[in-house]
């Protein structure tokens, strides 16, 4: 039943970021769902040091790791989970844009495996909140990133970068 919940929330947050990509500059939308990926990394952290103390109520332990869960999702479908493929598509200019959009598939995939294999060894070396606060820690540096080195893309064409709204049209990309 907990993964069908899962599952439906996922929808509706993908929805709801889809429904927000329209709406908003992808720079702003990209750093509001790292911002809300950070702060639910914080509220998971919370949630592990409740459960284990013994003077406190398990299930406030659960339910704010469930909240903690929830944002998270969330987060992920409004920033990076809607946007990083049109963001990767944009920010390179034509000439390397072949090369660059593979070097950053290979790095999301090895960085995608580093986080998987690190997790379980990481919870196992520390604690559950000390591994959740320092994805925590790793978040705000990628805001603090993002902030600082992402230029805004949203009235750039994915063919080559330019400005040009027309540009798809007269490129003669036919789908």
């Given amino acids: 039943m907990a993964n069908l919940g899962i599952g439906v929330w996922n929808s509706i947050t993908t929805i709801i970021g889809v429904a927000l990509v329209g709406r908003m500059k992808r720079k702003t939308l990209i750093i509001a769902g790292t911002v809300i990926l950070t702060g639910s990394n914080v509220l998971i952290g919370f949630g592990g040091l409740l ?25 992920f479908e409004i920033g990076p989970g809607c946007l990083f493929w049109v963001l990767v598509n944009e920010i390179f200019p034509p000439e390397i844009k072949e090369q660059g959009v593979g070097l950053v598939n290979l790095l999301q995939w090895g960085f995608n495996l580093l986080v998987t294999s690190v997790f379980p060894e990481l919870i196992s070396a520390t604690s559950l909140a000390t591994t959740f606060w320092i994805y925590a820690g790793i978040g705000v540096l990628v805001v603090i990133y993002l902030q600082v080195f992402l230029e805004e893309t949203n009235d750039k064409s994915a063919i080559n970068g330019t400005y040009d709204e027309n540009e798809i049209l007269r490129s003669g990309y036919k789908n």
Avoid at 54 to 70: E, K, Q, R
């Fill in 51 to 75: 459960s284990k103390d013994p003077t406190a109520n398990t299930t406030t332990a659960v339910i704010v790791v469930f909240i903690g869960l929830a944002l998270f999702l969330l987060g």
